[in-house]
């Protein structure tokens, strides 16, 4: 049984942000697959507690997957053994994160370009997850298709069931160009493999294109969907996708941040929050005194403040014109 029904679109492990309340807003929007945040093996073991927060799953996701980022072979395995004592639908592998924090460590997309070292840690998750098993990486080398053919064709043969392909080089981080043809070559070397694209899909042109271009069936939505839960219905509803109203977008808001809140206690919530809400407002025609309150929420109150003004504030051409062009395109995030 493949993991992912055609045409699935998945919802990126974003850290920072695709916490239990930020999927919650996703799945309001349309999401099925989703992902945590990535999880470092080493807090699995060091900061049990604090990480297993990262772990939660809602009683109505019914498919979350854990993502697993680290280079440390007894961590991998500790992590691994923690991983089992839970439930989810699939154990993922970060071979893709560019971050210095996490590339000092020689894992995430540092690791990526190490074959036989990401081998090695993948085949403990592989050997010792109890969960089937996937793996996220990026494009080893923007020219030569050998070495991400390599580690993709090696992470299938440890048994990973799908791979996300970045199309972006580490140094890229987030910007530039998807590499469509990578990402195709991939695909086409691994009939046997769920092969999902990502990179740079924040709507129905770009999302066509992806598809188009690589051959895939599947995608991951990532940037795109920051602050735009709703782009997973418009992209698998197509014509019949109705944009959310000012009333429907606030509601989204105020149980995404309520759940924060429940999750994280006030003072951290509120501090959290503030990207998030960041994120919401972002090309939705609102004033730039909005972004100036988002960023000074600090309490419940200011918050219930921030959305009664955004009520005032909001500009009806912005959501009349949505209403006309369900699929104009929104600017990512940077
Ligand atoms: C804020 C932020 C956090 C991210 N965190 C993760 C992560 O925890 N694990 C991961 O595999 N990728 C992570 N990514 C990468 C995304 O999953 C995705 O691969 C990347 O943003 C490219 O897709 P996009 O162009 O559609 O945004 C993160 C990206 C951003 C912007």
């Given at each position: 049984m493949p993991l992912y029904p055609e045409n699935a679109l998945l919802m990126a492990p974003l850290s920072g942000f695709t916490d239990l309340p930020y999927r919650r807003a996703a799945r309001a929007g349309g999401c099925r697959f989703a992902f945590t945040e990535m999880v470092d093996v080493a807090s699995l073991t060091y900061a049990r507690e604090r990480s297993a927060g990262m772990l939660r799953r809602g009683p109505e996701e019914e498919f979350l997957g854990v993502q697993l980022v680290g280079a440390d072979h007894e961590f991998i395995r500790r992590a691994a053994d923690v991983v089992n004592e839970y439930e989810f639908s699939v154990v993922d592998f970060n071979l893709g994160c560019p971050v210095p924090k996490v590339a000092k460590k020689g894992a995430g997309a540092e690791l990526g370009r190490h074959l036989d070292a990401a081998l090695a840690c993948f085949a403990i998750i592989a050997e010792r997850s109890r969960h089937p098993v996937t793996a996220k990486i990026r494009i080893v080398d923007a020219e030569d298709p050998a070495p991400t053919l390599a580690l993709a064709k090696g992470l299938a043969e440890l048994g990973a069931q799908a791979i996300t392909v970045h199309g972006r080089i580490k140094e890229a981080f987030y910007s530039g160009p998807v590499n469509f043809g990578m990402i195709r070559a991939v695909r086409e070397a691994l009939p046997g493999v769920q092969v999902i694209a990502n990179g740079g899909v924040t709507g129905r042109v770009k999302?066509?294109?992806?598809?188009?271009?690589?051959?895939?069936?599947?995608?991951?939505?990532?940037?795109?969907?920051?602050?735009?839960?709703?782009?997973?219905?418009?992209?698998?509803?197509?014509?019949?996708?109705?944009?959310?109203?000012?009333?429907?977008?606030?509601g989204?808001?105020?149980?995404?941040?309520?759940?924060?809140?429940?999750?994280?206690?006030?003072?951290?919530?509120?501090?959290?929050?503030?990207?998030?809400?960041?994120?919401?407002?972002?090309?939705?025609?609102?004033?730039?005194?909005?972004?100036?309150?988002?960023?000074?929420?600090?309490t419940r109150a200011d918050f219930e403040a921030f959305l009664a003004?955004?009520?005032?504030?909001?500009?009806?051409?912005?959501?009349?014109?949505?209403?006309?062009?369900?699929?104009?395109?929104?600017?990512?995030?940077?």
């Open positions: 999302y066509q294109e992806i598809r188009r271009e690589t051959g895939c069936s599947l995608v991951m939505l990532a940037r795109g969907a920051m602050g735009n839960p709703w782009l997973f219905n418009e992209l698998s509803l197509g014509d019949a996708y109705v944009p959310p109203d000012i009333d429907e977008w606030f989204v808001i105020r149980e995404h941040v309520e759940g924060m809140i429940e999750l994280y206690g006030e003072e951290s919530a509120m501090r959290m929050a503030r990207k998030i809400l960041h994120d919401y407002l972002k090309g939705r025609g609102f004033h730039s005194v909005m972004k100036a309150l988002a960023s000074a929420v600090a003004r955004t009520k005032q504030e909001h500009s009806e051409s912005y959501w009349t014109q949505l209403e006309a062009n369900p699929a104009a395109e929104r600017r990512l995030r940077r």
